[in-house]
C-alpha cells in the first residue's frame, strides 16, 4: 500500500501536451531547471520514489499520466490496464510535483487528420531480442511516445525505473539521438517479499503475488552464481530457471545479457558483464525484473516483519 507523505502542495493539472509545453516553456525561461516523470498512471512507491528524487534535484517537477494504446500488443491488456487518475493526482500532489499533464493520440499527433496513419519509429538496436520478440511492436510504441514526450517537455533530467531495463536502453538511445533531456535510471523498489512494484501488481490476489516473488530468488540465484564466480551464460540461465521451475509459474524468458552491449539473441560462453531479465506470467498477468549481477542485492534478506534489507560489505543492514 502506497503511503502518503505530508510534503503537500497545489499542483497544476493541465488537460493537453500543448499547455503543457507552454507551462515547461515558461518555467525554463524563467530560470527553472524541470525534472519529468513519465507514467501511465496507477501509481505506486516506485513512481513516487522517481518524483521525489525529480523534486529533490530540479526547480519544476512534471509528470505525465497516459495509458499509451501504441505500446499495448493485446487490447484486453490494454482495457485491463488499472486506472485511478484522482487517486494518482493526490499521490503527486504529496511528493510535490509541481504540474501534472494528460493528453490524447490526438493531442500527442496533432499533424495527423487520421490516426491510421501513424507510422510508429523502430525502437532501434536495444529493442530487438526479449520483450521485442515477446511482444511485437511494444518498445516501436514506446520509443514513438515517448518522442512526443520529450518533445512536450523539452530539455530536462526524464526519469525511469530500472524494471523495464530493455526500455531504458530503447529511451536512452532515443534522447540521444534526439539531444535531450538527459537519462537518469533510478533502481528498483521491491515489495516486501522482493517482488518489484508495478502497476500490474494491484491485478494479483495475496496467493498470486507471493508466489510471483519466485522472481526475485530466481535472479538472486544468478547473482549468488556470479558472486561464486560463474561467468558461462548457460549456467546463469540455468540457475534462474530451476527456481522459477521449482515455483511452477509460466516463463516467457529468464535470460542474461551484457548490460552495456544489448544483443538480440542469448549470448553464449563466459560473460564479462550480465544483466539477468525475467519475464512470467502470473495467470493474465504478465510480470518482469532483471538484476545487474554482482551486485549486493544476492545479500539481501527480509526480516520477520517482511521489512527488505540488504548486508553491505562491511556488514552494516542497510533498509530500503
Known amino acids: 500500500m502506497t503511503t502518503l507523505t505530508t510534503l503537500s502542495k497545489d499542483i497544476i493539472e493541465l488537460p493537453d501536451p500543448s499547455s503543457a509545453r507552454a507551462w515547461c516553456t515558461d518555467a525554463r525561461s524563467a530560470g527553472n531547471t524541470i525534472g519529468y516523470v513519465p507514467t501511465m498512471g496507477a501509481l505506486h512507491d516506485g513512481h513516487l520514489s522517481l518524483v521525489r528524487r525529480s523534486v ?20 484486453d491488456d490494454l482495457a485491463k490496464y488499472p486506472r485511478d487518475m484522482q487517486s494518482d493526482i493526490d499521490m503527486l500532489r504529496s511528493v510535490g510535483c509541481d504540474m501534472v499533464y494528460f493528453g490524447t493520440l490526438e493531442g500527442f499527433f496533432p499533424e495527423l487528420d487520421d490516426l491510421n496513419d501513424l507510422v510508429k519509429l523502430d525502437s532501434g538496436p ?10 511485437p511492436g511494444h518498445l516501436d510504441g514506446v520509443r514513438t511516445i515517448v518522442n512526443r514526450l520529450f518533445t512536450t517537455v523539452g530539455d530536462c533530467r526524464a526519469y525511469f525505473g530500472e524494471k523495464d531495463f530493455q526500455q531504458t536502453l530503447v529511451v536512452t538511445d532515443l534522447a540521444t539521438q534526439m539531444g535531450y533531456p538527459e537519462i537518469v535510471v533510478c533502481p528498483t523498489l521491491r515489495e516486501p517479499s522482493g517482488l518489484a512494484m508495478s502497476s500490474r501488481n494491484q491485478r494479483l490476489n495475496d496467493i498470486e503475488r507471493q508466489r510471483a516473488s519466485c522472481i526475485f530468488r530466481a535472479l538472486q540465484a544468478a547473482d549468488v552464481a556470479w558472486q561464486n564466480g560463474e561467468r558461462d551464460a548457460d549456467a546463469l540461465r540455468a540457475s534462474m530457471r530451476k ?24 549470448p553464449f560462453g563466459e560473460l564479462a558483464r550480465a544483466q539477468a531479465l525475467i519475464a512470467i506470467r502470473m495467470g493474465d498477468v504478465r510480470l518482469i525484473d532483471n538484476m545487474r549481477l554482482e551486485s549486493i542485492a544476492a545479500n539481501t534478506d527480509f526480516d520477520e516483519d517482511g521489512i527488505g534489507q540488504v548486508i553491505s560489505a562491511g556488514g552494516a543492514w542497510i533498509p530500503f
Request: overall charge negative.
Open 243 to 266: 527456481v522459477l521451475s521449482e515455483a511452477g509459474v509460466e516463463v516467457e524468458y529468464a535470460d542474461v545479457r551484457d548490460p552495456e552491449a544489448w544483443t538480440a539473441n542469448s
Open 56 to 75: 529533490a534535484e530540479n526547480d519544476k517537477t512534471v509528470v505525465s499520466i497516459f495509458v499509451n494504446p501504441l505500446q499495448f500488443d493485446d487490447p
Open 126 to 135: 536495444n529493442g530487438a531480442g526479449l520483450e521485442g520478440d515477446l511482444r
